[in-house]
């Protein structure tokens, strides 16, 4: 039986993996196994990797996620983030005018806000589990940095009136994203993960995407694969009008949020990268029972995960209340369903099925 | 039954104790159930940033208080409200905030826990008033069936922002149950015609109504905004 990382390199290098790989994205989630918010232990390195440890052992998937959320990097350029229990929000953007730029500077890892806290806890992280799991951190794409900085509709207004500033914007962010992310290689990442939400083909056009997300994202995945680390690109909602440009940026792993067509996504960029996903992280795996959770996971494994490049997981980051009972549904899933020598998948049991009760089915 | 048939039915038991979970397997037993528990109307008021969406709650809010509803207020940016969340809490409504830019992700998974605390408060009706970023067809379906949408639209900037996120914006819009054409005391005659061929284009059967929120909603609007959550 293979390890959980060497599973997920099988994944990426589009071999043969055990059984399909899974990362449910338990970033907060996992806080809860031992009983913390996130607020409680935001800065206590030692508590956090204690809790990622103690969820991976519970859930047993195959990757642990390093860091709480996406506002480090925008709250050590100096926008203040506080944090509502779980989910943390820039109370104030650090610049009001596009002009004031010129006034921010990139922060040191080593020392400045809470870059620090996670590289430890990465430290920790991968003194405990070496080489066995994939230790990866998320990460602020440049973006949505920028959006944290300056306001998120105030930075959509300032692409089209002031695209030069923007772009000198992006600039600062991408070199800040860059420090953080050496910082997080040194310290013994895998993987790192940049986490792009205001790219969403929900919110932006693919034209939008092409000028003014695509190169900075480049930058940071060009990075990782010169230290032989595995970047990976995450953006929520629909993506498939950027699908083909996500692809093409140097990740080799896309993780899709759930409006995508899994099998959709497999042909139209299976061929090239490993696609993660993506079950509705609330209406399904906060709402749902496990049994449906179960079902719908096999439906996603049935859509992409032959010939390889699949890893199941949640189109996104799972609610802090998500019920234990659901995550493990899902990996069970994974644990259900093996690759057989020509890559196509074998479902050895189903764990789920209650034998008075017909498996749910559920549209794509 | 075999007792490879036996293990298929397998449930999964959760144990909390002293903050620490832990998980055995257990024999089958009942699927838990989780549904959207029955939620007072609602009335979710969308917008870009600046385009009056504020302005028209807390209006609608005060129209509401005159005629003695009790209403709950959602917001989900910090400071949305502000003084005006005291004012309309002094006047018997209460205003929850739900935190966080960016409504997709976990944070709309906290929307039904807001959403329940005000209906247990006891709100008749419940205005709720997402960040100009969220999904608002998404926002809608998980709060249920008794949800109408009013998407505020800034006439004299709509040039600008239908290019700046022309999905979301779009979006929001094709899911709106009313179409405020805001600000019109200051929108030019071309405004106001490119603003009437972009809503034929993304949202050609929607209803629109022309007001300016800041001068004064007149009462047949309000009326008209009430009775689509009847």
Redo the contacts between chains.
Sequence with gaps: MMNHLERIVAAVQHTKPDRVPVTPLSI?RSL????YTTRSVLNDSGKMAAAKI?ASA?FDDDAVVAGTDLFVESECLGSTV?V?E??P???DYVIKELRDLDKLRVPDPATDGRMPVVTQEIRLLKEHFGDTTVVVPVTCGPLTMA??VY????L??A???EPEWVHRLLDLCTETGLAYWKACIDAGAHALVALE??S??????PDQYREFVGPYCKRLFDLANEHGRVPVNHV??DTEPVLDQMASLGAPILQL?YPINMGTAKQMVGDTVCIAGNLN???YM???????IYWACRDIIGQAAAGSGFILGAG??????????NI??MVQAAKDAVYRDDLSIEFV???Y???DVKPPRFPA | MSSLRASLRRRLAVVVEGGRESASYVGSGGQPSVGAGSFPPILVVGGFLGSGKTTFLLGFAHWLTDRGRRIGILVNEAGAVDVDGVVLAAEGHRVQELFGGCACCSLVGDLRPAVEALRDWGAELLLVEPSGMADLARLAGLLGSRVAVVAIVDVPRLGVIARAAPRLVGAGVARADLVLLNKMDIASDDDRNAAGRWLDEVAPDCPRREVSADTGVPDQVWEEVLRLLD
Excluded: K
């Excluded at chain 1, 969403?200 to 056009?205: A, E, F």
């Design positions: 907060n809860r196994v031992l009983g103690a519970l506080e509502y779980h989910v929000v820039v109370v959006s944290q306001g998120p509709e105030q959509l207004i692409m089209i009136e939400p205001l969403s083909g929900t919110i932006i056009s929520c909602g949020d992280p609330i209406e906060l709402y749902a029972t496990p049994t449906e996104c980051d799972l609610n802090p209340r998500t019920p234990t009972e493990l549904a049991q189903d764990s099925l209650p034998l």
